[in-house]
């Protein structure tokens, strides 16, 4: 570890401040990061951050759940700089390019040709900004124009721009807007704590029953809600769902953006659903490995079909600036490369000793519901105390851990980088913190 100097300690404060004076932090009421001010990164290999005055963090939320492969990644740099002298941007509107076209290509040949048709946008909450307008016109051309209410479930996050945030159901980020949004229907979320597949099926389709002729799509995120506290439910639910949307004659939108590339064990979460597909499937977040901003939305041909005419107006017109950015996509491709390349094999591997390395929390009686799927692993602190997850954050910086507990829930979501001691090390760093913010907190 680098030397603490009184020298980079300033270095450190300096960043802070200018940090604080200029920029309007995410997720942060400013006030209170006066108070708790906003650690300065230097720079980031692998697994690690390190701040100015050498210390280094375990990125265990892999920067916002972006980060596959680890900072600094030698062969995502090399596509990007390979990219950055051929051709770093053109628009999409008119051209083409390479690494726009294979990456929808190898997408969809990732669904056995299913979901054919790729829209790209340039963050989550544009895709499924994409998707919503993408169901509601693709109905209205079919002459269903009265297909425009969408369904989603409790505690579902979908993003948060005016559109995505109608379909978020998370308080903290919806509350002060509520009288800006659309409305929809929010519905029971089911959650494998609470073994209620059941009933958060039957309101479903009491609502489906109810309503279908005015429902254009529901939307979910399959087998974790993650913004909700890493709820997770079985493939089952998700089989049933699907057939419920089919038998009313509604969409279904896979919000994959968290859970594709891998997360859950297989490179969709969808796949461990053995339906058939959903309409709508939404990725960003690890599509460019944590690198650059991109987002896809894959739809079906019947979707596609509802919108080719001569007439412009039947088109789904919808754009961004940097819709298909050359860069982001060659990103794109060398994380797929990976996957064709083994990497499920590996992420099955380091799931397995994340599981073995956290067992023994299992028997500790100050958590509950521990539980993990695939590359996300979490348990809720049951007498957690008031400013738990800032508490805990802030004590796992000193055990060289970056976590942000959601609540009292606590979750690792690291870059696909574990081996056996880098497991151990997160299970120690969890406990020792645990222990002390426990000690402290009653
Ligand atoms: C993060 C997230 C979004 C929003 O993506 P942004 O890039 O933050 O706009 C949407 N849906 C899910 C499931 C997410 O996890």
């Known amino acids: 570890m680098a030397e603490l100097t009184p020298m980079s300690l300033a270095v450190q404060e300096d960043w802070q401040r200018r940090s604080l004076g ?13 108070k708790l001010p906003p650690l300065p990164i ?5 697994a690690w951050l390190f701040d100015h005055q050498g210390q280094r963090y375990f990125d265990a939320c892999s920067s916002w759940w972006v980060n596959l492969f680890g900072h600094s990644d ?3 740099n090399a596509a990007i700089k390979a990219q950055l002298d051929t051709l770093p941007h053109v628009m999409l509107a008119g051209c083409t390019h390479e690494p726009a076209v294979r990456l929808a290509e190898r997408l969809s040949a990732r669904t056995g040709g299913a979901l054919g048709h790729v829209c790209f946008g340039s963050d989550g909450a544009s895709a499924v900004e994409i998707a919503l307008k993408q169901s509601f016109h693709s109905w209205r051309n079919r002459g269903r124009g009265d297909k425009r ?11 948060e721009t ?11 980020f919806r509350d002060a807007y509520d009288p800006l949004l659309m409305r929809a229907h929010i519905v029971e979320s089911p959650d494998s704590r609470l073994n209620n597949e059941a009933p958060a099926l039957a309101a479903m389709r009491a609502l489906l029953e109810a309503r279908h002729a005015h429902i254009a799509a529901v939307i979910v995120e399959p087998l974790i809600q993650g913004a909700a506290g890493m709820v997770m439910h079985e493939p089952g639910y998700l089989r049933c769902l699907r057939a419920l949307c089919s038998e009313f004659e509604v969409h279904l939108i896979a919000d994959e953006i968290a859970v594709g590339c891998g997360r859950t064990g297989t490179f969709f979460a969808w796949e461990q659903v053995q339906a058939s597909w959903p309409d709508f499937l939404l990725m960003s977040k690890g599509i460019t490995g944590g690198t650059l901003a991109l987002s896809l939305v894959l739809t079906t041909d019947e979707v596609y079909q509802a919108f080719w005419s001569e007439d412009v107006s039947r088109g789904f017109l919808h754009s961004h600036s940097y819709t298909g950015n050359a860069l982001a996509c060659a990103a794109a491709n060398a994380v797929l490369d990976r996957f064709d390349a083994g990497q499920l094999a590996r ?7 994340l599981a073995e390395a956290f067992e023994p929390l299992a028997d500790d009686a100050r958590i509950a519901g521990l539980r993990q799927r695939g590359m996300v692993l979490a348990f809720d602190v049951i007498d957690a105390g008031a400013g738990f997850a800032e508490r805990f954050h802030l004590a796992a910086r000193t ?16 870059p696909y980088l574990i081996d056996a001691p880098t497991a151990q090390f997160l299970f120690e760093a969890v406990r020792a913190t645990l222990n002390e913010v426990l000690s402290h907190a009653n």
């Open 42 to 46: 230097a720079r980031g290999e692998g």
């Open 399 to 414: 055990h060289e851990l970056l976590i942000r507990p959601i609540g009292h829930t606590v979750y690792l979501m690291p």
């Open 22 to 34: 200029s920029i309007w932090h995410p997720c942060t009421q400013m006030a209170r990061a006066a």
């Open 347 to 353: 992420n099955r591997e380091q799931a397995a000793l």
């Open 74 to 76: 030698a062969g995502l």
């Open 162 to 172: 005016i559109g995505a945030l109608a379909v978020t159901d998370v308080a903290i």
């Open 149 to 159: 209410e969408f369904v989603c479930l409790k505690n579902g996050y979908h993003g």
